[in-house]
């Protein structure tokens, strides 16, 4: 969520800004207009070729009128979404109509002492993100006419060119409609995502991975590459019953300890399991390790490592068609459709991988003991059940709590004394130096689930 949230704030922060300078900007410059054009004087404008007939004509020459004006970030944004929704570009429209009587305004200065201009000839096209040239051209005609009074009314008032309709609630308006289309768009793409991921098997998975994985290891490690703590955590997998696993049993796990505060862990393709620092010093007893653990392989169990790359691959191809030059605005307001289109998605795979995690728990040591005590220590770190738990992938720690602890009493499981993870860990490595068998005192008892 504060991936969103905060560049939200900063970006709503901005847009604002960029609201108030263009209106300022564009009042400002329709100020200069209508000043400069009460100081021309009045010239007969005509798009037709051939002069009038009452005149006489003493010389005539070509004029023209050139401007480039630059787009607000504010209308330039609005423009990107009108034309992905679809609708009338008011906010171009403004800034083409403003150009127009630029360039005109120019063209009649450059046409001074002519009684008329015809032939009038306008040329527009755009140069780049948000700047629109715009040139007038056209033939002044010096007659014995003495030009006189103000504004000109040979041509059609502009009105009817405009959008008079607020630039906020369009803003708005469009804005609505992208996030809809994106979330049809990514929602839809994720059912061909989690079909895709079904067709590839545990083997192929492992290949691929195996090629991409050097930002974390280079290849399998040996033992003596591990270090102990890594070295413990992979014993303490493949220490669990492999009936237990499910079809992660065919997975060669590998662990990694990633030196981050953030008390987390995340299962990789192809085996690799990722333990954050933060997630060891929160743990107290070597039951908790294991429940965490357990979640990680019940999220192979479910395919939901494929699923997740999956979909992250199809939000970020999905900004980088619309919005390759506005990376950092576009992408945040793409993210929003694919936060809320995974958010029951992704709680229920949490779910489930906790319910992994209960039943590994259950078949290694006998009992359900500390299950559910890592979520409690999370749930003291994180604030009430409000909007944050609504607007989360992750369901609140409280209710991962609560319905473990309904699973345990559901199924009337037993409970029993956890083994502390630091005394774990010293038996751990005292049976290295004494090459014993290093779990067999940890066994689950027969006829435990």
Same mark, same amino acid.
Request: aromatic share 8%.
């Given at each position: 969520?504060?991936?969103?949230?905060?560049?939200?704030?900063?970006?709503?922060?901005?847009?604002?800004?960029?609201?108030?300078?263009?209106?300022?900007?564009?009042?400002?410059?329709?100020?200069?207009?209508?000043?400069?054009?009460?100081?021309?004087?009045?010239?007969?404008?005509?798009?037709?070729?051939?002069?009038?007939?009452?005149?006489?004509?003493?010389?005539?020459?070509?004029?023209?009128?050139?401007?480039?004006?630059?787009?607000?970030?504010?209308?330039?944004?609005?423009?990107?979404?009108?034309?992905?929704?679809?609708?009338?570009?008011?906010?171009?429209?403004?800034?083409?109509?403003?150009?127009?009587?630029?360039?005109?305004?120019?063209?009649?200065?450059?046409?001074?002492?002519?009684?008329?201009?015809?032939?009038?000839?306008?040329?527009?096209?755009?140069?780049?993100?948000?700047?629109?040239?715009?040139?007038?051209?056209?033939?002044?005609?010096?007659?014995?006419?003495?030009?006189?009074?103000?504004?000109?009314?040979?041509?059609?008032?502009?009105?009817?060119?405009?959008?008079?309709?607020?630039?906020?609630?369009?803003?708005?308006?469009?804005?609505?409609?992208?996030?809809?289309?994106?979330?049809?768009?990514?929602?839809?793409?994720?059912?061909?995502?989690?079909?895709?991921?079904?067709?590839?098997?545990?083997?192929?998975?492992?290949?691929?991975?195996?090629?991409?994985?050097?930002?974390?290891?280079?290849?399998?490690?040996?033992?003596?590459?591990?270090?102990?703590?890594?070295?413990?955590?992979?014993?303490?997998?493949?220490?669990?019953?492999?009936?237990?696993?499910?079809?992660?049993?065919?997975?060669?796990?590998?662990?990694?300890?990633?030196?981050?505060?953030?008390?987390?862990?995340?299962?990789?393709? $192809?085996?690799? !399991?990722?333990?954050? *620092?933060?997630?060891?010093?929160? =743990? /107290?007893?070597?039951?908790?390790?294991?429940? %965490?653990?357990?979640?990680?392989?019940?999220?192979?169990?479910?395919?939901?490592?494929?699923?997740?790359?999956?979909?992250?691959?199809?939000?970020?191809?999905?900004?980088?068609?619309?919005?390759?030059?506005?990376?950092?605005?576009?992408?945040?307001?793409?993210?929003?459709?694919?936060?809320?289109?995974?958010?029951?998605?992704?709680?229920?795979?949490?779910?489930?991988?906790?319910?992994?995690?209960?039943?590994?728990?259950?078949?290694?040591?006998?009992?359900?003991?500390?299950?559910?005590?890592?979520?409690?220590?999370?749930?003291?770190?994180?604030?009430?059940?409000?909007?944050?738990?609504?607007?989360?992938?992750?369901?609140?720690?409280?209710?991962?709590?609560?319905?473990?602890?309904?699973?345990?009493?559901?199924?009337?499981?037993?409970? $029993?004394?956890? !083994?502390?993870?630091? *005394?774990?860990?010293?038996?751990? =490595? /005292?049976?290295?130096?004494?090459?014993?068998? %290093?779990?067999?005192?940890?066994?689950?008892?027969?006829?435990?689930?």
């Amino acid at each position: 969520m504060q991936e969103l949230f905060v560049p939200g704030i900063m970006l709503m922060i901005l847009i604002g800004i960029a609201f108030v300078t263009g209106r300022l900007a564009e009042a400002a410059h329709e100020r200069a207009l209508r000043r400069d054009e009460q100081l021309l004087p009045n010239q007969h404008l005509s798009t037709e070729d051939h002069a009038p007939e009452d005149i006489l004509l003493r010389y005539s020459r070509m004029v023209t009128g050139k401007v480039v004006i630059g787009e607000d970030r504010f209308r330039n944004l609005l423009a990107r979404l009108r034309i992905f929704v679809g609708g009338r570009l008011g906010a171009h429209e403004a800034t083409i109509t403003r150009a127009k009587r630029e360039a005109m305004l120019r063209m009649r200065t450059d046409a001074k002492g002519a009684s008329h201009i015809t032939g009038i000839r306008m040329t527009t096209a755009q140069l780049g993100r948000g700047m629109v040239e715009m040139m007038v051209s056209g033939t002044a005609l010096y007659t014995d006419k003495r030009p006189s009074g103000g504004f000109p009314s040979a041509l059609p008032d502009d009105g009817i060119n405009i959008s008079h309709k607020n630039l906020l609630v369009e803003f708005t308006s469009a804005s609505a409609a992208f996030l809809f289309i994106c979330w049809g768009i990514y929602a839809t793409s994720g059912f061909a995502v989690e079909w895709a991921t079904r067709q590839i098997s545990i083997e192929d998975e492992i290949a691929i991975w195996s090629e991409l994985e050097g930002d974390y290891i280079t290849e399998r490690r040996s033992d003596d590459q591990r270090s102990l703590p890594e070295r413990y955590i992979l014993d303490l997998i493949n220490s669990i019953p492999k009936s237990a696993l499910g079809p992660a049993a065919a997975y060669d796990f590998e662990v990694v300890i990633i030196p981050d505060d953030t008390p987390n862990a995340a299962a990789l393709p $192809g085996g690799l !399991i990722l333990v954050h *620092t933060g997630m060891l010093e929160l =743990v /107290d007893t070597e039951n908790e390790l294991l429940s %965490i653990l357990g979640h990680e392989i019940g999220h192979y169990n479910g395919r939901d490592h494929l699923e997740g790359l999956g979909r992250q691959a199809v939000g970020v191809a999905l900004s980088a068609m619309m919005f390759q030059a506005d990376a950092v605005l576009t992408t945040w307001i793409a993210g929003w459709p694919k936060m809320l289109a995974d958010l029951d998605y992704s709680r229920s795979q949490e779910l489930d991988a906790d319910k992994w995690g209960l039943d590994i728990v259950m078949a290694k040591y006998g009992h359900a003991t500390d299950v559910a005590t890592t979520f409690a220590k999370l749930a003291m770190m994180q604030e009430d059940e409000s909007m944050l738990d609504y607007l989360g992938t992750h369901p609140h720690p409280m209710d991962r709590v609560r319905r473990l602890n309904k699973m345990v009493t559901d199924r009337n499981l037993p409970l $029993g004394e956890p !083994i502390p993870l630091q *005394t774990a860990f010293e038996r751990y =490595v /005292d049976a290295l130096e004494g090459q014993s068998a %290093i779990y067999d005192e940890y066994e689950a008892p027969e006829g435990s689930e």
